[in-house]
């Protein structure tokens, strides 16, 4: 990769109700995000932190719904941000709640439309957030993106989803917590969906190697959304929705190792992390870590590290 890894922050928490997500952009920078990718090789540009446009009415059949303005506005902003930086170099997309993905996937979509290849999704998180605004029984917003960039119905707020992504195309990976809403729809339009006793049964290597095959064979562009609680809460619990049984530490760098020797991946979310319920910057550090995996960093190449 010559183009520069672009830094953008998203400091949003109107997707759900637990604040604390706006401040994650700031704990990245603090944990070295742009020294760890910068002693790779290279050039990092931190545009610092994007703000939502003016917020204008909308409104939403669901009346759970909250933060409707807000997310909206985020999103456009977030979408135009992210086409231009797409343009530029990789995009890496510091949250945040995850309802940035409506924004961020969204300007990276209109991208793969406009220089003309196919964009593929690989969503690792343990929510398959397939709801749309008129099935969420929680309201929160975060839950929604996977829909939205579906071109599911119901996102009548938003602006239309440029390009959506067909099933094929999208990768559920780690999964292991969805609403039945969400399971009927994800059901229905038969996305790929590696839960977690997919990966138990075989293996964390080989259903991600068949996912980068197909968009190494369709000349695809890649884009990875990162949710904290992919990661099991023992060792990343600065997120406000654990979940049991996720992903351990050297199942997390080894999927961030394959996706950097695949070649594919061309933009990144990171996104959930509350440090307000961080130990001591530990899971901060821990995705910065990941990142590092991402860009070509090797396991064996990390120091020793006490956490006391």
């Not at 945040?96 to 998180?125: I, K, N, T």
Request: charged share 15%.
């Amino acid at each position: 990769m010559t183009k520069p890894v672009i830094l953008m922050g998203a400091p949003m928490d109107a997707g759900q109700r637990r604040a604390g997500c706006l401040m994650g952009p700031a704990a990245y920078r603090v944990a070295g995000i742009a020294d760890a990718i910068a002693e790779l090789g290279f050039a990092v540009q931190d545009r610092g932190d994007l703000a939502p446009g003016p917020l204008h009415p909308a409104t939403c059949a669901n009346p759970v719904v909250h933060d409707l303005p807000e997310v909206v506005a985020w999103t456009r902003t977030l979408a135009a941000a992210g086409q231009a930086a797409m343009q530029d170099g990789f995009p890496v997309f510091m949250g945040g709640d995850h309802a940035l993905s409506l924004g961020s996937v969204a300007g990276v979509a209109a991208h793969a439309a406009a220089v003309g290849r196919p964009l593929f999704v690989l969503w690792l998180d343990a929510h398959s957030d397939f709801h749309t605004p008129l099935t969420t029984t929680s309201g929160n917003l975060h839950g929604t993106p996977v829909a939205y960039l579906s071109g599911l119905p119901g996102f009548e707020a938003f602006p239309p989803f440029p390009a959506p992504v067909p099933p094929e195309r999208l990768c559920l990976y780690g999964i292991r917590s969805v609403d039945p809403a969400e399971l009927r729809g994800l059901k229905a339009q038969g996305v790929i969906v590696n839960d977690m006793r997919v990966l138990d049964e075989h293996g964390i290597v080989a259903p991600l190697r068949a996912f980068l095959a197909q968009v190494a064979a369709a000349g695809g562009m890649l884009h990875v959304s990162l949710d904290v609680d992919f990661l099991d809460p023992g060792i990343a619990p600065a997120v406000g929705t654990t979940v049991p049984g996720g992903i351990t530490f050297r199942e997390a760098h080894l999927v961030m190792e394959l996706l950097h020797e695949s070649g594919l991946v061309t933009s990144l979310d990171l996104v959930e992390l509350n440090p307000f319920l961080d130990e001591r910057g530990r899971t901060a550090k821990l995705m910065v870590d990941l990142v590092g995996s991402l860009m070509g960093r090797k396991v064996f190449d990390r120091p020793t590290r006490s956490f006391g």
